[in-house]
């Protein structure tokens, strides 16, 4: 009853407006989440380019991918470390000391 | 050396020939060349909103395919002479005319006309992709809804992917009251999910059923609301910059009732 009455006020608790923009958000992150595999592929590149600035990394077992459920999109990547690069891991000493 | 304007949307029934025919229209009432060309090959109903159906004899795929020459297949409209129809083909489908025949047809246009608007089909497959092959601009027709935008926001990126940048938004079939109680999505709701430049809002209007009927577009009715969201919106395609419509509902008995008892 309240609902019906503050509805009839107009108040914005009742309103069918957020569901929808929610909705759409929702279904939104799906649908443009399915980029192609060649944009996919530039984005492994500068990922694998960017880590490689900090750590040496095995690139042939690297995993890379977007998983999609019901509720959100993920960028999962599984990036084995090699080794930590010498000159970066001092920097980070200096940087905590 | 005309342009070829697009008017497109994903979903279907949301508005995008009746918007091709007033836009049409709008701009040959203003003193431009304008032709309008159906592309909805198999479902083609411009023809019947500017109340041509009667004078079809060549049809766009007669024109692509060289059974007839242009000008043989162009229809002068009723009211304006400076307003031409290629109407679709009745009888054959989207795959009797392919992107490359259209880019040649457009040029062809340009070269006679101001502007030339293509009415695209519902979808996403050969009959969008005709449509969009010539084109130099795209407007996308939306309503406030959600599968509509849903829609709208798939064809904004394989427009931009087919190089039609900046495609402009016409927001179709908005009722200012419904938005007023929160019930329907409004104008900055649907910018902000799909961050394109809005050229116009069209409000919901029963003259369009009543123009639609007599295959008299609506943009030739002062006394439409809808009719002059789309002389607006023909005002901003010639590069004119023109404020939105007040579409505020008037203030009723619920608001100064709320005010009362200081609800709002």
């Not at chain 2, 701009?27 to 592309?39: F, R």
């Not at chain 2, 900046?166 to 902000?192: F, T, Y």
């Amino acid at each position: 009853m309240l609902e019906f009455i503050s509805r009839m006020l107009g108040r914005e608790s009742a309103s069918s407006k957020s569901v929808a923009k929610e909705r759409l958000r929702l279904v939104l992150v799906h649908d443009r989440a399915s980029i192609s595999p060649a944009m996919l592929n530039k984005l492994r590149e500068d990922l694998v380019k960017v880590i490689s600035n900090y750590m040496e990394i095995d690139e042939a077992a690297l995993e890379f991918n977007l998983c999609q459920d019901d509720r959100e999109v993920a960028l999962v990547a599984n990036i084995p470390v090699v080794k930590m690069k010498r000159d970066y891991s001092a920097k980070g000493q200096e940087l905590n000391s | 050396m005309g342009e070829v304007i697009v008017v497109t949307s994903g979903k279907g029934g949301v508005g995008k020939t009746t918007t091709s025919a007033n836009i049409g229209t709008g701009l040959a009432n203003n003193g431009h060349k304008v032709v309008l060309v159906d592309t909805d090959i198999g479902l083609r109903n411009l023809d019947v909103v500017l109340g041509l159906e009667n004078r079809i004899v060549y049809d766009l795929v007669d024109v692509t395919s060289g059974n007839c020459r242009l000008k043989q297949a162009l229809i002068k409209d009723k009211r304006f002479t400076n307003l031409f129809l290629l109407p679709a083909a009745q009888t054959k489908d989207k795959t009797a005319v392919n992107p490359e025949q259209m880019r040649t047809l457009c040029q062809e246009l340009k070269a006679e006309f101001d502007y030339a608007i293509i009415d695209c089909p519902a979808g996403i497959e050969q009959g969008f992709r005709n449509a969009i092959a010539g084109a130099d601009r795209a407007v996308v027709v939306c309503t406030p809804e959600v599968s509509a935008v849903r829609d709208a926001d798939r064809i904004i990126g394989l427009l931009e992917a087919s190089e039609l940048r900046n495609p402009k938004l016409i927001i179709n079939r908005l009722r200012p009251a419904m938005v007023k109680r929160g019930d329907m999505m409004d104008i900055s709701d649907i910018l902000d999910i799909l961050a394109i430049e809005l050229i116009g809002v069209v409000p919901e209007d029963e003259s369009i059923v009543v123009s639609t009927n007599r295959g008299e577009p609506a943009v030739m009715d002062l006394g439409s609301q809808a009719g002059e969201a789309y002389r607006r919106i023909t005002k901003r395609i010639q590069g004119e910059e023109v404020p939105l419509m007040n579409l505020e509902v008037p203030k009723g008995l619920m608001d100064r009732l709320k005010k009362l008892i200081g609800l709002s």
